[in-house]
């Protein structure tokens, strides 16, 4: 592997060629036929979302671009479980989440995917460390045991060492954006879900904010779909994939073509 050169010590990563070589795996996101509407008034509709394919393969690094009001985050939440297409189907680790009970998309969402909203949603009341323990909790995903150092070392990765036991309201923006991070990555999600991460950061932050979660993503190998708005982010990215090409629906929704 190394042969022909001096022996350099490997970089700490398991996996740093994105799709290289896995071309052959299943999809760990595979969405079909997914239709998404929202009722405007008693006789019409709103559609939002229609996709006819759209497959993210393992260990894919995703960045998803499009206008405002294209239907991102209503993909994300789909994809989450967090709401149900009104046809179609989703499956997320060969599991088709459409047809889950919803208790049982909770639990399958605690522990198979980090989702990173782009209001952060950390609980007022709870410090940083608290956050992520929480989220650990419910997913029971690792062993309660590990879960005070695990969180320790995940936060104090993302430079949050000192921050412990601050509460949201006594972070910055920058730094509770990390803790939210922390809280997607603690469960060893195989998909993570990244909403405008950064839109609220300044450039500088952001540059930092993103390389450390991709260097956390690509080291664990997790499937990452990614929402960004702009450039940044952008580098290193497996695939960039554009509302206006992947959702049918994006030209009906800006009046582009005719009804
Ligand atoms: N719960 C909802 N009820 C009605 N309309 C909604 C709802 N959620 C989103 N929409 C509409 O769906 C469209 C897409 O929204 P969204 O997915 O948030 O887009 P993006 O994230 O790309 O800005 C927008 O026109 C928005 O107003
Ligand atoms: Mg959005």
């Known amino acids: 592997m190394y042969a022909g050169g001096e022996v350099k010590t490997p970089p700490a990563v398991h996996h740093t060629g994105g799709m290289h070589g896995m071309e052959q795996a299943p999809p760990v996101v595979l969405l079909q036929g997914v239709q998404k509407s929202f009722p405007l008034d008693h006789s019409h509709d709103l559609q939002v979302l229609d996709i006819v394919h759209l497959a993210l393969p393992v260990g894919g690094y995703t960045v998803l671009k499009g206008p405002s009001g294209s239907g991102k985050t209503t993909l994300l939440n789909l994809i989450a479980g967090i709401a149900l297409p009104n046809s179609g189907h989703i499956q997320v680790n060969g599991t088709d989440i459409t047809i889950l009970p919803e208790p049982q998309r909770d639990r399958f969402r605690a522990a198979q995917i980090g989702y990173i909203f782009q209001t952060f949603n950390l609980l007022a009341p709870f410090t940083a460390l608290e956050n992520v323990l929480l989220a650990m909790r419910f997913a029971g995903a690792v062993p309660k045991r590990a879960h005070r150092q695990r969180a320790t070392d995940l936060l104090s990765r993302l430079g949050l060492s000192t921050r412990l036991s601050h509460r949201p309201a006594q972070l910055s923006r920058g730094e509770q954006q990390r803790v939210a991070m922390a809280r997607a990555l603690a469960n060893d999600p195989p998909v993570l879900l990244a909403d405008e991460p950064c839109a609220s950061l300044d450039a500088a932050t952001a540059q930092v ?49 005719p009804s």
């Open 209 to 257: 904010v993103l390389m450390a979660l991709h260097a956390i993503c690509r080291e664990k190998n997790m499937t990452v779909l990614i929402v960004a708005h702009d450039t940044a982010g952008l580098e290193g990215a497996d695939q960039v994939l554009d509302m206006r090409d992947i959702n049918r629906a994006t030209g009906r929704l800006n009046g582009v073509e």
